[in-house]
């Protein structure tokens, strides 16, 4: 027998966030979802050792980066670039051998498919290259990519302005209430009134991807001064018995389907 | 003044595919979202330069190889090393450099947040590392990642079946009509009433990558043989004005909204 329940039918995502009593650990919440983890074994290559060298960054010039690269690779190779380009004049490898600009395709949530925002896959990569995945035995990797999802979806973007904008009007804030490309950039065009082709558009999700370079540098940072905390509250599989976001009616409405459940 | 149009209201998915003439170039479809494209410009390292070496693949060997790695590493790392790790023994580097394991963070649609299904995202690594991106002057890394979205969303999965499978039983085979984690994902527990922590749920997910890496490896062979045809017909930005899926009425209903569209 399964257990029916709609989870977060009558609850708004900064209900859900209160009500969740602080962060737990990655793996915990994945263990359901993921299957038996397995230490960390290098199939692909001996040079998978983790953490990569870092050395702490100054996050303003990596939003400027960003902000400078998003016009030649778009959001997640510019996001990418911001940091390792840095991290490879410092180090050289492992930074010198990462094919940073194949990422371009994450422009637009994946060649324009309005995924995951490019900004918030081009963090989740930076942070899981230097840090190593959770199969490698640390969790922060998997964490900072939970922290950075929870943190875009909350925040009134773009967050950080350059300091010679190519649009020097003032652009609209808007919070999507989630990480994928297409809510945030839809929720944007519709508050500003701006087509997706505009300069003004176009400057906008430069400006998020420098946003999402600047808190990344900050987690990396306190990472590597090891003051690192987590803070996403947002625990799907666990939550919600499926891996989802944590606004089921934006697309479900009052009619959130039940997902099968586990007896208990 | 702005156009006024809710161009997928009444459409269906097969509908649009049906009335849309072939495939267009990735380079035109993206040409008013991504912005003025530059020739390449190796900023990440001397090491990016396209194609990498390749060889062709046998598709079951490698759909074999996604399918053991899915219960290591997970869809995305899963299909990434069920090709690198044949090219890295074939080739060495820049195979043996690439970090695949860091991509575990795929899972779930990004750490369980059911965005791009995690095979879906590992397949467009590998197509756009080898090829490289549209900005580097060729467009196949870029419209393989399309057809395989596409292919996705239309395959009844999973499509493939491993010789000696973790499970045993016949596993029903759903539709997504979404390159998405969460309604994949979904529709199957659905059909299968089958829960998320279930074995037969993760040997479903298995054999999805396991499929994922089969059709990869036929473009990539294709395109290895210069035979390779796009055969992606969604272009989101072109026909919608807005990154998108080309499903609007699964999330909206029949209230589609209208994006600011450019003046014609």
Redesign the interface.
């Known amino acids: 027998m399964?257990h029916q329940n709609k989870p977060c039918q009558s609850l708004t995502r900064r209900q859900m966030m209160i009500g969740t009593a602080g962060a737990l650990a990655?793996g915990t919440?994945?263990a359901?979802?993921?299957?038996?983890l397995?230490s960390?074994?290098?199939?692909?290559?001996?040079?998978?050792k983790?953490p990569w060298p870092y050395e702490k960054l100054d996050p303003v010039k990596t939003a400027e980066l960003a902000y400078k690269?998003w016009?030649?690779?778009?959001c997640g190779?510019a996001v990418?670039?911001s940091v390792?380009?840095q991290l490879?004049e410092k180090f050289g490898?492992?930074?010198?051998?990462?094919?940073?600009?194949?990422?371009?395709?994450l422009?637009?949530?994946?060649?324009?498919?309005?995924?995951?925002c490019g900004s918030?896959?081009g963090a989740?990569?930076v942070a899981?290259?230097i840090i190593?995945?959770?199969?490698?035995g640390g969790n922060e990797?998997?964490q900072i990519?939970?922290d950075i999802?929870e943190w875009y979806s909350d925040a009134a973007m773009p967050v950080f302005t350059p300091k010679t904008p190519k649009i020097t009007t003032e652009l609209v804030k808007t919070t999507a209430d989630s990480?994928?490309?297409?809510v945030s950039?839809?929720k944007w065009?519709?508050a500003?009134?701006?087509?997706?082709?505009?300069p003004e558009r176009?400057d906008r999700c430069a400006r998020v991807a420098a946003s999402v370079a600047y808190h990344l540098v900050e987690l990396l940072n306190d990472w590597h001064d090891k003051k690192y905390q987590p803070t996403a509250t947002?625990?799907?599989?666990k939550e919600f018995?499926?891996?989802?976001?944590m606004n089921c009616m934006?697309?479900h409405?009052d009619d959130v389907?039940t997902?099968?459940?586990?007896k208990k």
Chains 1, 2 share one sequence.
Not at 40 to 48: I, M, P, Q, R, V
Not at 192 to 198: K, L, P, Q, V, Y
Not at 259 to 262: D, E, S
Request: include cysteine.
């Open positions: 399964e990655a919440a994945l359901q979802f993921g299957g038996l397995k960390a074994h290098a199939a692909g290559g001996s040079t998978e983790w690269e016009y030649r690779v778009f190779a990418i670039n390792f380009n490879q490898e492992p930074y010198t051998s990462f094919p940073d600009d194949a990422f371009v395709f422009e637009g949530g994946m060649v324009g498919w309005g995924m995951t918030n896959a989740a990569i899981n290259a190593g995945p959770r199969i490698a990797g998997h990519t939970e999802f990480p994928l490309c297409h950039v839809g065009m519709k500003s009134g701006f087509h997706i082709g505009s176009k947002h625990k799907p599989v018995g499926i891996t989802a976001q934006d697309c409405s389907p997902p099968p459940m586990a």
